[in-house]
């Protein structure tokens, strides 16, 4: 990530993360990529074999774990500093060209 000269921390947002899907048999959280869960959601009813033990996850929103366990934005101390600015690549929706 990336700091701006204003203290922004910039991040770049993107559909071409792996998704985190949480396991109910052993707690923990499996990653899964985007083309096998296309593939998976016909293939395997949208189950997925858990990377952690023999145990077969369901996936979807109800079983989405965190993206990411080191987000800045889970730190408490942080939050109150924290604001959400929408960047886009287009010039007239750029926050630069918002006054
Ligand atoms: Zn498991």
């Known amino acids: ?3 701006t000269k204003a203290g922004f921390i910039e991040r770049q ?10 396991c109910n ?3 923990r959280s499996s990653t899964l990529n985007g083309a096998d ?4 959601e016909s293939e395997n009813n949208a189950r997925m074999e858990c990377d952690h033990c023999d145990g ?3 996936f979807g929103p ?3 774990d965190l993206r990411d366990q080191d987000d800045p934005a ?5 939050l109150s500093k924290l604001s959400w600015v929408w960047l886009s690549c ?4 750029s926050w630069e060209n918002t006054g």
Do not use: K, P, Q, W
């Open 56 to 58: 077969s996850i369901h």
């Open 37 to 40: 869960s296309i593939r998976l």
């Open 90 to 93: 287009r010039e007239a929706l």
């Open 1 to 3: 990530m990336r700091v």
């Open 74 to 78: 889970l730190d408490g101390g942080l």
């Open 25 to 27: 048999s052993c707690g």
């Open 62 to 64: 109800l079983a989405a």
């Open 13 to 22: 947002i993107t559909f071409g993360y792996d998704f985190r899907m949480h």
